[in-house]
């Protein structure tokens, strides 16, 4: 009797936002086929009854993302398609009294610590017992590790400490055991990610733990790279380069999110850092780790960025030569403490000052790929399409960084595995090449 009414209510989880959302809806996705109860991840197919929506409430263009989907799902239970429609995450966290009377179809607003009520309006009970494992939505190769929950950090414009809480490190023993579980399952590669990973075990022991995470991690056979995402630049450990240098499974690879480096914005941004020491920083990593590939995210058009301020934050990209940079563009949020600036720059100044940083970097890439050419590299082959076989370095993380295309034609290869590439030719963005022995 059970199984049948329980087929019937298969949910359709819809993610949006950063990887560390990724890895709750898994979490929710683990919990509920536990409870025998039907449920996918991002599917696109139309018979799902039930949606939850795991959102996303960080900047302007990615709160209404989120709300988009939400009315996509409310238009679709408007016209009887689906029975229940749920709200999680971010966005509902901050939000949710404002958008309850907004989008009335929503049956059930949840926040991002809320995942046993959830699962009590989903039918389901919180099994305690599965701390430590988590089916992936990922290529089964690959898996996310979030390591820590929440923020101290008083970013002027971030809201993400509003939404995520304090900083709280995940024990150590379930971080092991969550990853061995993955590595039982054919995850190869881990990628680490918190709002700040090197801000591990502060909270526990008053000292920062994430080299000996690193090295706890990289005993695990089975793994292969270990990347390591969200560094912090003020008070960085240095000791996990020396974990980066001394260990191959320890990609050497390194997100770190500056967002600027004039010092004017660094003191508005209260980053807790100069550009002074950014550029100290930089080159210790660089001596230490001199093949390192070095990721950033900067932020433009914050209250009181000056065009001088931008010219600097141009030289410093030019002479640094990032290999992978993104660029956002200031969002005015709520509660957060630029929100007592005046938001005096324009968007369309914001976007043009971003795409500036951009035309800059997209040289830099180009540049440093054609120095590719020739080389042989070991590629992780993460999918394929009708052409190529599509897959990255040790320079690159999925999503957000460049990849490595062989054609199909003439080589043999399957998904999830390593294999060395000759690489023929580059782009500004991606290598081509072919498989060598
Ligand atoms: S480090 Fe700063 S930008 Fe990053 S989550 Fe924390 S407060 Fe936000």
Redesign the pocket.
């Known amino acids: 009797m059970k199984t049948k009414t329980l087929k019937s209510n298969n949910i359709n989880i819809v993610t949006l936002g950063c990887s560390k959302n990724v890895v709750d809806s898994e979490v929710l996705l683990s919990q509920l086929k536990a409870n025998d109860i039907y449920a996918v991840h991002e599917s696109s197919k139309n018979n799902h009854k039930i949606i939850v929506v795991n959102t996303c409430g960080f900047i302007e263009s990615a709160k209404q993302e989120s709300i988009d989907t939400i009315l996509h799902y409310s238009n679709l239970k408007k016209s009887g398609k689906i029975e229940k429609l749920y709200v999680t995450g971010c966005l509902s966290q901050r939000y949710r009294d404002e958008l309850k009377s907004e989008i009335p179809e929503v049956d059930s607003w949840f926040g991002t610590f809320e995942l046993p009520a959830l699962l009590k309006k989903l039918g389901a009970d919180y099994k305690h017992e599965l701390i430590g494992e988590r089916l992936i939505s990922t290529p089964s190769h690959y898996a996310y590790l979030k390591i820590a929950e929440g ?1 101290n ?3 002027s414009f ?1 809201a ?2 509003l939404m995520r809480g304090k900083f709280k490190s995940k024990p150590v023993e379930l971080i092991i055991e969550e990853a061995k579980n993955l590595a039982k399952n054919g995850v190869k590669e881990l990628i680490l990610i918190a ?2 990973t090197t801000y591990y075990g502060m909270d526990i022991s008053g000292k920062k733990q994430i080299s000996e995470l690193l090295q706890k991690l990289a005993e695990i056979e089975q793994i292969e790279w270990i990347r390591l995402h969200y560094s ?1 630049p003020s008070h960085f450990p240095l000791d996990v380069l020396d974990v980066m240098k001394n260990n191959n499974k320890i990609c050497k690879y390194l997100d770190i ?1 500056l967002q600027h480096v004039s010092d004017n914005m660094l003191k508005a941004m209260r980053r807790g850092i100069s550009k002074r020491a950014i550029i100290e920083l930089i080159d210790k990593i660089k001596q230490k780790v001199p093949e390192i590939s070095l990721r950033t995210t900067m932020l433009v058009g914050h209250p009181g960025e000056t065009e001088q301020d931008i010219e600097e934050l141009k030289e410093f990209v030019e002479r640094i030569k990032f290999s992978r940079l993104g660029v956002f563009t200031y969002s005015h949020e709520e509660n957060t403490h630029a929100y007592s600036l005046v938001d005096d720059i324009l968007q369309e100044e914001k976007d043009k000052r971003a795409e500036y940083l951009m035309n800059v970097q997209q040289n830099i890439s180009y540049e440093e790929n054609q120095k590719k050419i020739g080389k042989t590299l070991k590629v992780l082959f993460d999918k394929s399409d009708r052409e190529f076989f599509i897959g990255r370095t040790e320079a690159d993380s999925p999503d957000v960084d460049n990849e490595v295309l062989v054609p199909i034609k003439d080589n043999y290869l399957r998904i999830g595995d390593f294999s060395n590439v000759k690489i023929t030719k580059a782009d500004f963005f991606d290598l081509y090449g072919k498989i060598v022995k």
């Open positions: 923020c950090h008083p970013c971030c993400i400490p709002q700040d912090y999110p």
